[in-house]
């Protein structure tokens, strides 16, 4: 190398520069190497201010520029300094922290989707198809098999709400009961008058299932539309209608006609006819076709709606009819049925596709689809000539097996749930079920207890048989769902369950729960003679004669007096017979049983009562119950002022409607204080009824019943008091149960004539009246009667009963 020309010398290239102006432009970008290494720490300082770890560890690399070179997966970016969002190497700088930025999500994503693999391998939840992809790539191969399973997991929870919904709705049941959620609004009906399950979805909504992209339309790889399924089950899922009917779908597959041949009715009775018996052939068709397709038609099972064949012709024997596709098999189990006294064959050369809703070209909503599922279900395995649902193995049924629904005792009884709301829905009335359905089959389904399908007894709680052999049943406490449920049942089956060798002894309690129970696996348990003799009601005792012990005329006295006052007059009632020491207290009893021969029972309004009543039951606060025990006249007067008008029946001419008993009570305080220990008085119990004048109509009132007890002490201005004063005011219950001799099926409150009138009447004289009305005895007869009993009623009853068949003619009236 040459050496440099004196006039370049070797040293700064600062100092005498041959051009100045070069100099100067190279000023500030020309630095010594210390000046440098200074700037570029500063930057590494400043880039490393906007960079952390994102979780502290010990032994975390330390953020140099070094390492910024191939940074950590744990380094994040806190922030991009604003010194940073200009232009030139700013935006540089900034562009290099936005991607170590996504370099850290990316990764942190990545380890996410390796753990959730991870996982779901040792849940052994990959299935066999998801295997087989191609293992040249194992992200590729770990992603793909994450896809398939969230696609299958989708998949399964869109069905599985859809039957959520179809269990939540309210289906149409007709007087045949059940449970579901309150729907408003009028139900809409076709022109036919039958009920459109789908009224409650719009005429838009409808329309939107006939094609199209994203209107129903199915993927080019078949089966449900996921997508679809989902967004609409997520829209309608818990909205409470009902499930709509499949009036959705496209109508060229809904007219769509499948041709069957019918052959054998040629020389049939009806041949003699014009048209050799066709039309009649036709009639009878469509008649049984009906019967066997109304149970589970989408209208909700009117028979009215009818199957009919849209076409029909006659080529040499064989007569060719053409029907909806949704009706080939009403018509198709017609085979070897009998018409006019020529067994027939119907045969189909071309039969339908199952009307599953995976293999359809449309895609209805969810709920609907499910709707569907389960009525062809149903459809497939009714018997209608022998009244049996099958519901054995569902587990195998190829349909349900293809969306799941036996996986898990969970879904299983989602399914079965919805089943019965399907298959409930149907009927119109009660009796219509009891009279379609009388046995159903649960064989073979592996059934543990009877967690899975205990709605069984609540949609048919009549039925006659019940068959659940083959199942794995140990114990007659895996049965307990269904204790005194069927009330009905004569036949159960319960062959090849462990529970026939696990338990001995097990068919004396079954028996025990099912009262009507004939037939147990096969084996007669009741004869008839044993279920009539189970069926006549138990002998019930008479009804005792009152106890009314007064004495002097007291307790008679005040109480002709005492309503009649307090129908009229309460606050001299309150003064006469109440004083400081009395008291008394209202208590409503909303839940007594009503009269069930009332011809009219007005709805029941406790508003001016409940404000003052002291019931025990549902007043816990001591406060309130020592406020609500109303003491003295004038607070009595207050509380009686609350208390609507009443109008109670005549104590001497209306005396049956009223019982009445009287009894000595020990105690009672003396007012004088001669006896501190006090002295006898009455105890006073009385039952009846009262008319209450309905404020909004003043021609009509309503009727209550009541009871009431007094205790009677000395006192007062007429030398009685109401010590103590308890009302209890309940809906009314009519007086049946106050007639001596007649049997009552209830804890009942014992019949007793009217008190001894304040009339030349005496009570022997009402006792004689009472046992010749109940024995049809005349006037002489009965009181003799009395008298061999020493005037006691309950005793002449029994004496009458005794020589009854002895009495002459002449001893009736």
Known sequence: MSPLPQSLPATDPTQNPPLSEVAAALAPYIHTRAETLRIRRLLSAHLAASLTHEESTDGETPITHLTLGAPPSTLVVKRTPKELQGGGDARVRAAYL???????????????????????????????????????????????????????????????????????????????????????????????????????????????????????GRGRGGGINTERLQREVLKHVGDGARPPSMRNITPDRQSS???????????SKASSNDDRGVSSLITFLERHATKRSALFRQRGGKAATGSRIKRSRVEGDTLHIFVLQQEYESYSRLNNFVFAGKSI?????????????HNSGTSPEPANEVQQLIQDLLSRRFDYSSK?????????????????????????????????????????????????????????????????????????????????????????SALGAWRHKFRHLEQLLLNNNPIEKLQPGWEVEVMKWFPKLRLLNGIQVRTDAQLAQMDQSKAIPLVQAPD?????????????????AFDSDRPALANMYYDNDCSFSLNV????????DAQEMLKQSWDPYIRISRNLKHL????????????????????????????????????????????????????TGTYPQGVTGFMVTVHGEYEEPIPSRQDRTMRRSFDRTFVLGPGGPLKVRILSDILTVRAYGGSAAFRLGLPVAAPIIAPVVAPAAMTPVTEQDLMVLELAKITGLTLEVAKQCLETSNWNLHTAMGTFETHKATLPPTAFA
């Open 345 to 357: 064959t119907v045969t189909c050369e071309n039969p339908p596709r199952s009307r599953s809703p």
């Open 620 to 671: 816990n606060n001591p406060k309130v119950r020592t406020n609500r025990k109303i003491t003295g006249p004038e607070e009595i007067t207050k509380t009686w002022a609350q208390i609507p008008a009443t109008r109670h029946p005549a104590l001497t001419s209306e005396f049956h409607k009223w019982v009445i008993e009287c009894a000595s009570q020990p105690g009672v305080p003396d007012p």
């Open 98 to 216: 936005s991607a170590l930025q996504s370099h850290a999500v990316a990764k942190k994503r990545y380890q996410a989707l390796r753990d959730e693999i991870e996982e779901l391998r040792q849940s052994q939840v990959v299935d066999s198809a998801s295997r087989d992809v191609n293992r040249g790539d194992g992200a590729a191969e770990e992603y793909i098999q994450l896809v398939k399973l969230r696609r299958r997991v989708e998949r399964t929870k869109v069905v599985d709400k859809a039957v959520e919904r179809v269990c939540d709705a309210r289906l149409v049941e007709g007087g045949a009961g059940g449970i579901g959620k309150r729907r408003t609004g009028v139900r809409e009906t076709d022109r036919e008058g039958d009920v459109v399950m789908d009224g409650g979805i719009s005429r838009s909504a409808e329309g939107r299932g006939r094609g199209g992209r994203g209107r129903g």
């Open 589 to 596: 009893n909303t839940h007594a049983l009503r009269d069930k």
């Open 257 to 267: 006609l499948v041709e069957l041949q019918v052959t054998g009715w040629l020389n």
């Open 548 to 564: 009314f012990r007064d004495e002097g005329g007291i307790v008679q006295n005040l109480l002709l007096k005492f309503f009649t």
């Open 388 to 476: 049996l649902l099958s519901l054995n193995a569902l587990g195998t049924d190829e349909q349900l097996q293809e969306i799941g629904m036996f996986k898990t005792p969970e879904t299983q009884s989602k399914f079965f749930l919805a089943t019965m709301k399907v298959c409930s829905a149907q009927f119109q009335t009660a009796e219509e079920k009891r009279e379609t359905i009388q046995s159903v089959s649960l064989a073979d389904n592996n059934l543990p207890n009877l967690s899975i399908v205990t709605s069984l007894a609540q949609t048919f709680p009549d039925l006659k048989n019940l068959d659940l052999s083959g199942n794995k049943i140990e114990n007659t």
